[in-house]
C-alpha cells in the first residue's frame, strides 16, 4: 500500500497558500481544524467550505516545523489510552461557530 504524502507548512500563512482559493474563485471558511500526532510528526487537519459555492474540501500538513505543543493540552507523545490521536479538548461548541475565514495571500 502507499502511503500519501503530507505537504510540510512552515506558518499558518504557508497552509493558507497552499490551500488557495475554491476552483470558483470563492474564499473558505474554516469548518473544522485539528492537530493530531501521527507518527512522531504533527498533523494539521483542516476542513473548509466555500462561502461562494458551498463546496467542501479537506486538507493535512506537516506543521512540526513551527507547531510547538501547550503544555496541559498537547503533549509530545500521544496520551490516549488506544494510542490513536491526542485532540483539543474543552472548547465550547458555540464557539466552533465563531470560526474565521481561511483566506491564502498570494
Avoid at 31 to 49: G, K, M, P
Wanted: some cysteine; hydrophobic content about 40%.
Amino acid at each position: 500500500m502507499m502511503r500519501k504524502t503530507i505537504p510540510s507548512a512552515s506558518s499558518v500563512e504557508d497552509e493558507c497558500r497552499m490551500m488557495g482559493e475554491c476552483s470558483c474563485g470563492g474564499d473558505w471558511t474554516l469548518t473544522f481544524n485539528e492537530v493530531v500526532l501521527r507518527q512522531h510528526a504533527w498533523v494539521d487537519y483542516i476542513s473548509v467550505r466555500c462561502v461562494r459555492c458551498d463546496f467542501r474540501s479537506s486538507f493535512e500538513f506537516d506543521v512540526s516545523r513551527f507547531f510547538e505543543p501547550r503544555p496541559g493540552i498537547w503533549a509530545r507523545r500521544l496520551v490516549s489510552g488506544r494510542g490513536t490521536v491526542t485532540r483539543l479538548r474543552g472548547i465550547p461548541r458555540a464557539r466552533m461557530s465563531l470560526a474565521r475565514a481561511v483566506r491564502a495571500v498570494a
